[in-house]
């Protein structure tokens, strides 16, 4: 991107523009181009950049002085309400900051607030050209160095003895055959391959990882783990943040689940659940199905084996099968992390043909699709239908969601 796309992007013209339409049909207003000194890609970016940060980074989108990356690395960039809440765990001011995979900069915008200095490393050099055009913008008068390079060669170019009071690191989903990747050492960068290297840069590190990445194997794996947070926007996982503190080795942390409610909606839903994973609870017995079903948010599902015994602790819940991660109870819990029903047993035949507006099945050995068909239902209505297992039998539940 030359010197001059730079000006007449950032120009009160563009910007303009941008504000205008940003809403408008996306390909049509790139066939459309009306600006013949900006390349299609470089002017669609901004146009997809402006309208996803309406969303994505409200802090960014009133901003006139921020040019936007591909949309693609756009997408994979953290949302701004994820990133405020990991800075929330650092509430404290430190002297340096590391972000060991910048991409576009949205982590390290929230983090630099509370650091001194801070250094970004950013292997992809269309990203971290992008990174350096908006440091000023994003960083104002903060102490950033930003470096075109990966982590494993800063680690052999790069000799200094300065060590970093935080690091993150988001390693790369994807291995370099473009497949979905899930095993912690088949991500890039790969984090148990260089931890002792990190362990000599920095005090504490934050680990990006995504929802799909198996928990209970990459903490057994990453040694110095005193924090998991499992971040869930709409019910929807987001990610899983490992805190590592290398000045402690020992095998308890803390655990929590946290969801993050849209600006607009009141909620008297649990936000954050929190459980160490070291104490020890007394198992109650399994139960039959009562009054009320209770189904866990995405992130608390996500770690249930941990957040089970504090669930039973806090809540008057019982669980209704080993095998079936749902809870139930006589009263309502109403503060319970994650959904929460009104129920009826019910007979297969009474819903031949049916009304309802959705379908759950829980370690009930069909698919919802399946139970559609065979019951020949139609997904309209009001009242729900739970298909699952307790400790006696198979069961068909009615039920009606209590709204908070």
């Given at each position: 991107m030359n010197k001059v796309?730079?000006?007449?992007?950032?120009?009160?013209?563009?910007?303009?523009?941008?504000?205008?339409?940003?809403?408008?049909n996306i390909p049509n207003l790139i066939l459309k181009n009306p600006f013949p000194n900006i390349p299609n890609t470089i002017f669609g970016d901004q146009i997809l950049g402006k309208k996803l940060a309406k969303s994505k980074f409200p802090s960014f989108f009133t901003r006139t002085d921020i040019i936007y990356p591909p949309?693609?690395?756009?997408?994979?960039?953290?949302?701004?309400?994820?990133?405020?809440?990991?800075?929330?765990?650092?509430?404290e001011m430190f002297k340096s900051f590391a972000d060991f995979t910048a991409g576009f900069g949205v982590d390290a915008f929230w983090m630099s607030h509370n650091?001194?200095?801070?250094?970004?490393?950013?292997?992809?050099?269309?990203?971290?050209?992008?990174?350096?055009?908006?440091?000023?913008?994003?960083?104002?008068?903060?102490?950033?160095?930003?470096?075109?390079?990966?982590?494993?060669?800063?680690?052999?170019?790069?000799?200094?003895?300065?060590?970093?009071?935080?690091?993150?690191?988001?390693?790369?989903?994807?291995?370099?055959?473009?497949?979905?990747s899930y095993e912690i050492e088949d991500l890039s960068p790969n984090v148990i391959e260089l931890l002792p290297h990190i362990k000599k840069r920095c005090k504490k590190l934050i680990c990006k990882f995504s929802p799909m990445m198996n928990l209970s194997e990459s903490v057994s794996k990453?040694?110095?783990?005193?924090?998991?947070?499992l971040i869930s926007y709409k019910n929807e996982l987001k990610e899983i943040c490992v805190i590592l503190d290398f000045d402690q080795l020992n095998q308890d942390f803390l655990c929590t689940a946290h969801e993050i409610f849209p600006p607009s909606r009141l909620s008297t839903k649990l936000r954050t659940l929190d459980f160490t994973h070291s104490k020890k609870y007394e198992t109650r017995e399994y139960s039959e199905i009562k009054e009320y079903v209770y189904i866990p948010n995405s992130s608390v599902l996500k770690a249930i084996q941990y957040f089970q015994p504090k669930l039973l602790e806090q809540f008057d819940i019982h669980k209704i099968h080993p095998n079936t991660h749902l809870f139930t109870s006589?009263?309502?819990?109403?503060?319970?992390?994650?959904?929460?029903?009104?129920?009826?047993?019910?007979?297969?035949?009474?819903?031949?043909?049916?009304?309802?507006?959705?379908i759950i099945s829980k370690n009930y050995g069909m698919t919802p699709e399946e139970i559609v068909k065979k019951f020949k239902l139609k997904i309209k209505g009001s009242k729900s239908l739970i298909f699952t297992q307790d400790i006696n039998s198979y069961a068909i539940l009615e039920a009606i969601e209590i709204k908070r």
């Open positions: 796309i730079i000006e007449f992007i950032l120009s009160e013209k563009f910007q303009v523009f941008l504000n205008k339409n940003y809403q408008e949309h693609l690395n756009l997408e994979q960039s953290t949302a701004e309400t994820v990133a405020k809440y990991r800075k929330s765990l650092f509430p650091a001194d200095q801070s250094l970004l490393l950013e292997p992809n050099e269309t990203l971290c050209s992008i990174l350096k055009l908006n440091a000023k913008s994003l960083f104002g008068k903060k102490v950033i160095s930003i470096v075109n390079d990966t982590l494993e060669n800063y680690f052999n170019t790069y000799f200094s003895d300065e060590i970093f009071d935080v690091a993150l690191i988001d390693p790369s989903r994807r291995d370099g055959f473009h497949q979905k990453l040694e110095f783990v005193t924090e998991v947070h006589s009263t309502p819990q109403n503060n319970f992390p994650g959904r929460v029903f009104k129920v009826e047993k019910i007979e297969g035949r009474i819903i031949l043909k049916q009304e309802y507006s959705q």
